[in-house]
C-alpha cells in the first residue's frame, strides 16, 4: 500500500509562493513526501514583481532593485541565470552613478536653479539624520547642527519627528548666520532649506511605503538590514528571477486565477468535530470564487498584508474561524503602504526654443513651496506637490519615471492619462522655463519644450489582489508583529502546521523587499521538510 502523500498548497505565485514551491519540490526526497500545488488568484505569476516594456524600454511595475549585491539571494539568482546581461535598454540600467548625479538639478518653484552650495548642507544633514535612524552612524561621528539634531530627535517615536527635529535643531546652530536668500520667487534662505529637506522627506516616503514619515516607527528603523554592495536592477527584469523559480516546477502545479476567498481549518483539532478517525480527511478547506474546492494538509498563505488587513475586516471573513487575536492584532497595527511609479514617454519632436537641437531632460528634483504658501503655483495639482523628481530612467532616455506614495499614489490610480499629462506638464512648466537663473556654471535653457504623449501607471492600491505595495512598521507597531505574522497555526494542537504565512512582511529584518519575500519563502518551506524529517534539508533560514 502506497503512503498518502501531504497535500501542501500555496496561496500566491509572487516571489515567497514560488520560492516555498521551488524549495520543497527540489529538495532530495520531498517528491515522495509532498503533492504541491501553487494557486494563484490573478493571471500572470510574479505578484508584485512585474516587467513590461514601455517606449522601447524595459521597465518594473513594481519590485526594481536589488537592494546590495553582497549576500543577496536574488543577485545570486540572476547571476545563475545570466540575467545581469541584456542587449536592451532596461530602467536604471546605469544606476545612480557620480557621473549621472552631476547632471542631477534641483530646482525651486518658479524655475529657480538652486546652487549646490544651498542643495549640498541639507542633503548631507538628511543623509546623516537617516543614517542615525538605521544604526549606521552614532552621535560621536557628527559635528556641530548634526550632534545637535540627533540630540533632539533620537527620543521621538516616529521617523518624521526625528528627522523634523533635526532640522529644528540645524537651524538653531545656524541662527546668526541667517540671511536674506536672493534666489527670487518669494524664496528665503530658510524656505529653500526646507524645500530641499523635503525633496528628501517625500523619497523616503517611497522607499518605506509610508505616506506620512510620523507614522514610521523610529525603534524599528534601526532594526531593519540591509545587504552591502552596489544596489542595481536587473537588465533581463525582475520577472526573469521568477520565471528560474517556477521553471523547476512540474506542469500544472501552478494554477492561474484560482482566487482563494475562505480558508477554513481546525485550531482546536479534529476532536472537536469528531473526525479524528477519518483517514481521508485533510484539515485545511480551500474555498475558490467560482465555488470550488481543494482540501489540504498544510497551506502556505502568501498573500500581501493589504489582503490580510481586508480579510480580517470583511464580515464572512478570510479563515474560518477567525484568525487567533495575536495575530489579528499584528496585521492591523503594521502599516501597509501604497507606492505608485508614474512612466510618461516624451514625443521625439522636443527641441529646445528657438533651435532645432533635441532638448534632454534633465534629473530634475523639484523644490516645492510649502502647501499653505500663498506665493505656491497654484494651478500645479496637489498629487504632484510631493513627488521628489521626475527623470530619464536612463541617460538620454524619453522614458520618464517619477514616484508616488500615499494619498497622491492612490490619486494618481484614479487620473485618466489626459488628466495625468496635463497635471504633469504644468508642474513641469513651474520649474524649466526660467531655470538659466542663479547657478554657477552651466544653466539650462530658458525655454525647453517638451511634450508628453504617452502614460503607463502602477494601481497597487486599487488592485484587489494586492491592495497596496509594501510594509512598515508603524508607530505603536513592532517588529515583534512581524515575528507574529510569521508565526504558523495553530500554536498547539493537532494536526499542527495547517496554515503557515509567508511574504514580505513576515520578516523581521527584511520586511518590504523581495529578499524579505524569498526568505520568508525558504522558511516556511524549510519548516515543513523539517517537520517531515526530510534528509538534507537546511536550517530553518533567519
Not at 524595459?58 to 526594481?64: H, K, L, N, W
Not at 490610480?413 to 506638464?425: A, F, K, P, R
Amino acid at each position: 500500500m502506497v503512503a498518502k502523500k501531504s497535500k501542501v498548497v500555496i496561496v500566491g505565485a509572487g516571489m515567497a509562493g514560488l520560492t516555498a514551491a521551488h524549495k520543497l519540490y527540489t529538495t532530495p526526497g520531498s517528491k515522495e513526501l509532498f503533492e504541491l500545488s501553487v494557486v494563484e488568484g490573478g493571471t500572470r505569476i510574479g505578484g508584485r514583481i512585474n516587467t513590461t516594456e514601455f517606449g522601447g524600454d524595459r521597465i518594473e511595475m513594481g519590485a526594481t532593485w536589488i537592494h546590495g549585491i553582497g549576500g543577496s539571494p536574488i543577485h545570486k539568482i540572476a547571476e545563475e541565470f545570466d540575467s545581469l546581461e541584456s542587449k536592451q535598454p532596461w530602467e536604471c540600467m546605469d544606476g545612480f552613478s557620480d557621473e549621472r548625479m552631476t547632471v542631477c538639478e534641483t530646482i525651486a518653484e518658479g524655475g529657480f536653479v538652486l546652487n549646490p552650495s544651498i542643495v549640498e548642507p541639507i542633503s548631507s544633514l538628511f543623509d546623516k539624520l537617516m543614517e542615525i535612524a538605521q544604526g549606521k552612524l552614532v552621535e560621536d561621528g557628527l559635528q556641530n547642527g548634526d550632534a545637535a539634531a540627533s540630540k533632539a530627535g533620537s527620543r521621538k517615536l516616529s521617523v518624521g519627528a526625528f528627522l523634523r527635529q533635526g532640522l529644528e535643531a540645524y537651524w538653531l546652530t545656524k541662527k546668526d548666520q541667517e540671511e536674506d536668500c536672493k534666489e527670487g520667487g518669494n524664496w528665503n534662505e530658510r524656505s529653500l532649506q526646507e524645500a530641499i529637506f523635503s525633496i528628501h522627506e517625500n523619497t523616503q516616503r517611497t522607499y518605506t511605503g509610508a505616506g506620512d514619515l510620523f507614522d514610521l516607527d523610529y525603534e524599528a528603523e534601526s532594526q531593519y538590514c540591509m545587504f552591502p554592495g552596489e544596489e542595481i536592477t536587473i537588465p533581463k527584469g525582475y520577472m526573469s528571477i521568477i520565471e528560474s523559480l517556477a521553471s523547476a516546477l512540474p506542469g500544472g502545479s501552478i494554477q492561474l486565477g484560482r482566487r482563494v476567498v475562505n480558508i477554513e481549518w481546525h485550531p482546536n483539532g479534529y476532536q472537536c468535530v469528531g473526525l479524528e478517525n477519518d483517514h481521508n480527511l485533510r484539515p485545511v478547506k480551500l474555498h475558490f470564487s467560482d465555488g470550488s474546492i481543494i482540501q489540504a494538509d498544510h497551506v502556505i498563505v502568501t498573500v500581501s498584508l493589504g489582503v490580510l488587513k481586508a480579510g480580517i475586516q470583511q464580515e464572512s471573513g478570510m479563515f474560518s474561524p477567525p484568525l487567533p487575536s495575536f495575530k489579528v492584532e499584528a496585521i492591523s497595527r503594521l502599516g501597509y503602504g501604497v507606492v505608485n511609479k508614474l512612466f510618461l514617454q516624451l514625443s521625439p519632436a522636443a527641441t529646445l526654443e528657438g533651435s532645432n537641437n533635441p532638448a534632454s531632460f534633465p534629473f530634475l528634483q523639484m523644490a516645492f513651496h510649502r502647501p499653505e504658501s500663498e506665493f505656491r503655483h497654484r494651478k500645479t495639482p496637489w498629487w504632484m506637490r510631493r513627488t521628489a523628481s521626475i527623470h530619464p530612467i536612463y541617460t538620454n532616455s524619453n522614458v520618464l519615471l517619477s514616484w508616488f506614495a500615499g494619498n497622491e499614489a492612490l490619486e494618481l490610480e484614479s487620473l485618466s492619462d489626459e488628466e495625468i499629462i496635463n497635471g504633469v506638464s504644468t508642474t513641469v512648466s513651474s520649474f524649466l522655463p526660467n531655470s538659466q537663473h542663479h547657478k554657477q556654471g552651466n544653466s539650462l535653457p530658458r525655454e525647453m519644450c517638451f511634450k508628453f504623449i504617452k502614460v503607463l501607471k502602477s494601481k497597487w492600491g486599487s488592485d484587489p489582489l494586492f491592495l497596496g505595495s509594501y510594509s512598515y512598521v508603524t508607530v505603536g507597531s513592532s517588529v515583534e508583529d512581524l515575528d507574529a505574522m510569521a508565526e504558523p497555526l495553530p500554536r498547539t494542537g493537532t494536526p499542527p502546521l495547517q496554515i503557515l504565512f509567508a511574504g514580505e512582511a513576515t520578516h523581521r529584518t527584511h520586511y518590504s523587499t523581495t529578499h524579505g519575500a524569498y526568505f520568508s519563502g525558504l522558511r516556511e518551506a524549510n519548516r515543513l521538510l523539517k517537520h517531515y524529517q526530510c534528509l538534507g534539508v537546511a536550517k530553518l533560514d533567519k
